[in-house]
């Protein structure tokens, strides 16, 4: 038998780039695949990585649903999961969707 307690559980993303460090990105959407309850927080400024704000809520993967909106522009993403439920809890799989913005 699994146990599981509310203990806090924070998956926190490295800078997000995309291999390509010095071009701004208008950031529009993540998909993810997850099993359990989960927090999804999101920020865009690589000089305060720690400013996130919550986007969603999410308990299924999003990948056949419409993805979870973003509204970001910046040269990075900064994602964080958080879960505190006594469940089975997983983060499977993480897609970020952006366009760069400075292409000309």
């Known amino acids: 038998m699994n146990a599981y307690d509310e ?3 924070e998956i ?7 291999e390509k460090p010095a071009h701004f990105k208008t950031w ?5 695949v997850v ?4 927090r999804v927080y999101a920020g865009f400024d690589p000089l305060n990585p720690q400013a996130r704000e919550l986007i969603a ?3 299924a993967p999003t990948l056949s649903m419409q993805r979870i909106a973003l509204e970001g ?3 990075h993403a900064s994602i964080k999961f958080e879960n505190d439920n006594a ?3 997983r983060l499977c799989n993480f ?7 400075d292409v000309g």
């Open 87 to 89: 469940e089975d809890a």
């Open 35 to 38: 099993q359990g309850h989960w």
């Open 12 to 18: 926190e993303l490295p800078l997000i780039d995309c």
């Open 95 to 101: 897609i970020i969707h952006f366009e760069l913005a």
């Open 28 to 32: 529009s959407g993540l998909d993810c």
């Open 73 to 75: 522009y910046g040269t």
């Open 57 to 59: 809520q999410i308990d």
């Open 7 to 9: 203990s806090l559980v």
